[in-house]
Each structure stands twice: as C-alpha cells, then as structure tokens.
C-alpha cells in the first residue's frame, strides 16, 4: 500500500474548487517519481484556441493542478476533476518543443512557465496554451525537467506507442 502523500492545501483565495491532486497510478505506472507536488494555484491561458467543438481567441482560468516529474514522464492534471492537461513520455517529440522557463523576478513570485502549441499532443486541437505554475521550488523543477530532456532524445514512435498504451 502506497505511503500516505501531504496535499498542500493552499490555493487561490477566490478559488473555491478543491487542490488538484496527482491520481494513485502516477506513483506506479510511470516510472519513478522524481518530483510531484499537488495543489499547485495554477493560471493556464489559451489563445486562438480550438478543439472539437470548443473555440476561444483568448481565455485566461485559474486553478490548482498537480505536477509529477517521473524518470519516464512528464505528468500536470488541471483542475479539481483530475483532467490530464500534460500526460507525456520525455522521448515525444512534443515536449522537447515545448517552452518551460522560469517565470518572474525576486519582486514577484517565480512561476514555473510551460508553452506550447496544442497540436504537439493532440491533432484535433490547436492553438497555443500557457500554464503559469505557482510551484514552491521553480530551480529544482526547471533542472529536473532540463535532466531528464537531456536523457531522453526525441524519438517519436517509441514515445507515440508509450502515450497510446498509458491511456488504456
């Protein structure tokens, strides 16, 4: 039986949804956890954004999500319904393309910035999406992630059957 996991509580004050949380599988189906944090005050902005049957020229949210770097994976759910917003194998293709930085200054808070074109993950969406991340620690995030590109070259029909098997 898994050991019990400290949810953060904290959110945006004017959020009255709860902390997003990382389900129980990511602790065993995707390698081994090398960071996660959960109930993360998460803004995401889409822009120029379409999928079937949703279209938006800019909308900006707020909530939580939860953020689990693995050995094999990049993991974010969005939301307090667990919704995989980032659910992908660090030999995709994808996200080697994606933007991640460390967002703001020692003024403001720092924010882990992830950008990226919603066709990289699914082909009937695009558009642009941003996750502002509000994680405690941005450096320990921005290097884990920069190790584990570096392990994993892009190799897309290894990582493509990877990502197929994980949504079954």
């Known amino acids: 039986m898994a050991a019990a996991r400290e949810k953060r509580k904290s959110s945006f004050p004017c959020c009255f949804c709860q902390p997003a949380y ?16 959960e109930g993360i005050p ?17 909308q900006a949210t707020k909530s939580t999500s939860a953020l689990a ?4 994976w990049l993991l974010l759910y969005y939301g307090p319904a667990i919704q995989p917003m980032i659910r992908v194998p660090w030999a ?3 996200v080697h393309q994606m933007e991640i930085k460390a967002s703001g200054d020692g003024a403001t808070r720092r924010k882990l910035s992830i950008k990226w074109e919603a066709s990289l993950f ?9 996750l502002s991340l509000e ?11 920069q190790q584990q590109l570096g392990k994993h070259p892009p190799n897309g ?3 493509t059957a990877l990502a197929a098997a994980a949504a079954k």
Request: charged share 25%; proline share 3%.
């Open 92 to 94: 995709h293709e994808g």
């Open 135 to 145: 994680v405690e620690n941005v450096d320990q995030c921005i290097s884990l992630i």
């Open 42 to 58: 998460t803004a995401l902005v889409k822009r120029n954004f379409r999928s079937p049957g949703k279209m938006t020229i800019y």
């Open 69 to 72: 770097i693995t050995s094999e």
């Open 157 to 159: 029909a290894e990582a």
């Open 122 to 130: 699914r082909n009937d969406w695009h558009g642009s999406l941003k």
């Open 22 to 37: 990382l389900p129980d599988d990511v602790f065993t189906k995707f390698g081994t956890v090398l960071f996660s944090e």
